[in-house]
């Protein structure tokens, strides 16, 4: 029986150390640009989901033959950024009517379609046009009420205008979204 010597090659501290060195300089140049991906990739999934929120809407008012409104959540108008509910709107009049029973969309009462929830801390959805402050409504035909061509800019923490969304709504309630159009960042 012959044994062969075997010996155990470990590594240097030398070694270990430059390995460190070299995977932290990898990670200084990769993660910024991986956070900056990350940005933009909410921003287009926001501004995606405003779109595809407006269109839907149009879509149930032509559907339904009933006034459809996406009315902001929260207090503070021309702030969309904290959500906004999609619902039936059944006088056209932007608020939510409903009698506060269990029962839900009743003959007599507005009918909730879809919610959609806040932004993340420090994205922003604003409008500068008094007409889209609070709510916006599509008639029956698929017309908007607003009659109106309306801006929103969306924005991320960063307050930098090329990475912004400018999501355009054109007097028929048609919306079509632009990269780094936004004049300022709020």
Known sequence: MIHEKTSCHGVTLIELMVTITVAAIVMGVAVPSFIGTVRSNRLTTYANDWVSSLNYARAEAIKRSSPVSVRRKGTTS????????????????????????????????????????????????????????????YLAGGLSKNQVSEVFRLCDNTQNTTNSRTISVNAVGRPSTAVGNAASCP
């Open 78 to 137: 021309q702030q969309w950024e904290v959500g906004w509910d999609v619902f039936v709107d059944l006088n056209g009049n932007g608020a939510f009517d409903d009698n506060g029973n269990s029962t839900l969309c009743e003959a007599t009462e507005d009918c909730l379609l879809k919610t959609y929830d806040a932004l993340s801390t420090g994205y922003t959805l604003r409008t500068g046009n008094s007409s889209y402050k609070d709510y916006a409504t």
